[in-house]
């Protein structure tokens, strides 16, 4: 089974938990962006040695927050790779209707080149109304009216954008025409003619580009399905994933890819690890109630159960209850990464253990306990590699 490691890229938090101070309370320095960054450094070269195989990090802009601060994972995981020997690095996701979609398929390209091939593509539509509408896009907000709308735009914007990223990587020469884009766009005038086709300079050489992408609804499933797309599965019940992971597979089906009962698929679970359940839900319960409450406003947690708001909070034992998080001693939370197991046939586990106000002490616990102690308990021992092991950053063809 592959597994990967996944952080957002918080701020160190001194004080983490349910109540004050508010989310928009909070304010990080830039010298709190700085030792985030450290400790991503670290938790990367520690992530490399004890053999997971890709690290996320999650674009985000505009955080004063400090929840997650690294808005540019392209650059930030170039800077990784050279840091490390054999780990690769994906973005949990790209919000490609923030950026232009042929400087992220540059970028990529340039990333996936430079690299050796140890970039990991992943996209997504948007979640934060301050960051899209300010970077010219708009997302739903909110469970009204105006937020579907918003999500209808928002949903067009993005596959639009992603044809044209595809057919750039995979074109010598292209054009595109279509609702939101044109390229190139009519009429440009270069040395005497008008220019009718563009190449894009690089484009990745490690080729097909797997691309990734959040399953959320109805209809984010259906495209990703269709379009060949790997689906990452997270923040819900156990039914309410191993139902979602099964239409999965037959809409692919329908679509011309056959696929096995846990390929293309991958589940992302947030884990917190103790050596007993009373020290994992008292050292745990703070950063949980501090993640919860600062992503309930966007309804991340309303699938937890039926019938709840929009802005569901739920404590750490309707979390772990649902089996939407891991949060237990050795034994409990291989336990419950082997009933995952078992419900999906997984293949591919990304284990979320970045719960906000962790130093990174407790983080370097939490990787090693993950992978020595509750992963060779589900029969998944990971290659541990020593600090000359593996291989080097270079340019390859």
């Not at 670290?42 to 990090?57: E, H, N, Q, R, S």
């Not at 990223?165 to 190139?184: D, H």
């Not at 993640?291 to 709840?308: A, I």
């Not at 995952?340 to 586990?349: D, T």
Request: with cysteine; charged share 20%; net charge negative.
């Amino acid at each position: 089974m592959r597994v990967d490691v996944h952080f957002y890229g918080s701020v160190p938090f001194p004080d983490p938990g349910a109540g004050l101070p508010l989310p928009t309370d909070r304010r990080a320095s830039i010298d709190d962006v700085v030792a985030g960054y450290e400790n991503l450094v670290v938790w990367a070269t520690l992530a490399d040695t004890l053999g997971f195989d890709t690290m996320w990090l999650t674009e985000h802009h505009f955080q004063y927050e400090g929840y997650e601060v690294t808005p540019n994972l392209i650059l930030f995981g170039l800077h990784l790779a050279g840091l490390t020997k054999r780990l690769r690095f994906g973005q949990m996701f790209n919000i490609v209707p923030q950026w232009h979609p042929l400087r992220l398929a540059e970028d990529f390209a340039m990333a996936d080149i430079l690299t050796g091939g140890r970039m990991v593509f992943g996209v997504g539509r948007g979640t934060v109304p301050r960051e899209s509408q300010t970077l010219g896009a708009v997302v739903a907000s909110g469970d009204n009216a105006m937020s579907r709308e918003a999500d209808r735009i928002n949903r067009e914007l993005f596959e639009e954008a992603m044809d044209v990223i595809r057919l750039a990587w995979v074109s010598e020469r292209f054009s595109y025409s279509g609702k939101y884009f044109a390229f190139p766009p009519p009429g440009i005038p270069d040395r005497g003619e008008t220019v009718t086709e563009l190449t894009l300079i690089p484009r990745p050489i490690h080729q097909p580009v797997e691309i990734f992408q959040p399953v959320g609804s109805p209809a984010t499933l259906r495209y990703v399905a269709s379009q060949g797309f790997t689906g990452v599965f997270a923040m819900a019940p156990f039914d309410a994933i191993r139902e979602g992971w099964d239409q999965f597979a037959l809409v692919a089906q329908e679509a011309g890819s056959t696929i096995g009962a846990g390929e293309r698929r991958c589940l992302q679970l947030p884990i917190h690890v103790g050596r007993t359940s009373a020290e994992a839900r008292a050292h745990g319960r703070p950063g949980h109630d501090e993640f919860v409450k600062f992503l309930s406003p966007y309804g991340r947690f309303s699938r937890f159960r039926t019938g709840v708001p929009f802005d569901f909070r739920p404590s750490l034992e309707e979390s772990v209850a649902c089996g939407a998080m891991a949060i237990g001693s050795v034994e409990e939370v291989a336990d419950q990464l082997g009933r995952w197991c078992e419900v999906l046939s997984l293949q591919h586990l990304v284990c979320f253990p970045d719960l906000p106000g962790l130093t990174r002490e407790q983080m370097n616990e939490q990787l090693h306990l993950v992978a020595e102690d509750v992963l060779p308990r589900i029969g998944v021992r990971l290659d541990p590699r020593s600090a000359s092991a593996g291989l080097k950053t270079e340019v390859t063809k």
